[in-house]
């Protein structure tokens, strides 16, 4: 399955490329340093906080009620459509219903073990702050494509803001920018870790 275009995430803020800005590293840290992104793209973010993930989307418009009736009747005259239920994950997480979003990809994942729709159940229980869990599921995607530029990305961004490692976050990035440098936002990464790097050295 093709990563959606139109709504994607893990965007940094101040940057206009459609990525979202999680929050700062410590109080005390001045460059903003960026936030983990699933396989679709977001609205821009709000600044982010230190107490938590900012909200990826605050001005997302309402779901077209239409749109949601037609993938739920299809999941329920077939409960194993996988197109349906991840379609109705991604409104979810347009939404802003994180937890329901994710549900609705584990139960695709259950029908086809997807790469990217695994990403992006990473990415909704990262912004639900289950970060153990978003761990794991990024890691079952790296362990598959070691090189996944998405799952590098979030997994770095997952060590820094959820477990507090930045020496870790760095490793990680450091292999994304080593393993995919066509990765469309590859500039912003190793600007992300030259912040990171200046930011440990105060």
Do not use: C
């Amino acid at each position: 399955m093709k990563m959606r275009r139109d709504s994607f995430v893990f965007l940094i803020v101040g940057f206009t490329i459609g990525f979202s800005v999680f929050y700062f590293w410590t109080k005390q840290r001045e460059p903003q340093i960026v936030r983990a992104m699933p396989t679709r793209l977001l609205l821009p973010a709000d600044s982010a906080t230190s107490d938590g993930p900012a909200d990826p989307q605050p001005q997302t418009p309402p779901a077209d009620p239409a749109e949601v009736q037609k993938l739920q009747d299809r999941v329920k005259a077939n409960p194993k459509d996988f197109e349906a239920l991840v379609g109705l994950g991604n409104i979810d997480f347009d939404q802003r219903n994180y937890p329901a979003a994710a549900e609705y990809y584990k139960r695709a994942l259950v029908i086809h073990d997807d790469l990217d729709v695994r990403t992006d159940l990473g990415t909704m229980l990262f912004y639900s702050k289950h970060y153990d869990e978003s761990m794991a599921e990024l890691s079952k995607v790296l362990a598959v494509n070691p090189n996944h530029a998405q799952a590098l990305f979030n997994l770095g961004v997952v060590y820094l803001h959820g477990k507090n490692n930045p020496q870790k976050a760095l490793e990680i990035w450091q292999k994304l920018v080593d393993t995919n440098p066509d990765f469309p936002e590859i500039a912003v990464v190793k600007q992300q870790i030259q912040a990171l790097k200046d930011s440990t050295k105060k």
